[in-house]
Nanobody, 123 residues
Framework: VQLVESGGGSVQAGGSLTLSCAAS????????MAWFRQAPGREREGVSL???????NYGDFVHGRFIVSKDNAKNTLFLKMNDLSPIDTAMYYC??????????????????WGQGTQVSVSL
């Protein structure tokens, strides 16, 4: 079971990025997928949840700027981020729970994590 993120980069404030999380060893169609982020010196925080049913949930700081989706045929999770600001600068991780059904904001609920992709937003 493996998750590999890509799509990070450096953008100016107001710009957009789309992150990808390619999954292998399991099907994203049948499980909850999460995006988290961690800025230097800060706790890792939840960005978005995409349940197996298609239900989505976002962190309070998203304010409608991000959209999470998945392509079951490509077995890949996406995070479209718009109107980025410097406070969005962080390492972004995707995660899933394989040992039990879990779809929440606790990091401890997820046992498989990607290596992360860096997002840097400048003024």
């Amino acid at each position: 079971v493996q998750l590999v993120e890509s799509g990070g980069g450096s953008v100016q404030a107001g710009g957009s990025l789309t992150l990808s999380c390619a999954a292998s060893g399991f099907a994203v169609a049948g499980t909850c997928m999460a995006w988290f982020r961690q800025a230097p010196g800060r706790e890792r925080e939840g960005v978005s949840l995409l349940g197996a049913s298609g239900h989505t949930n976002y962190g309070d700081f998203v304010h409608g700027r991000f959209i999470v989706s998945k392509d079951n045929a490509k077995n890949t999770l996406f995070l479209k981020m718009n109107d980025l600001s410097p406070i969005d600068t962080a390492m972004y991780y995707c995660a899933t729970a394989t040992r039990r059904a879990y779809c929440g904001w606790s990091k401890a609920g997820y046992d498989v994590w990607g290596q992360g992709t860096q997002v840097s937003v400048s003024l």
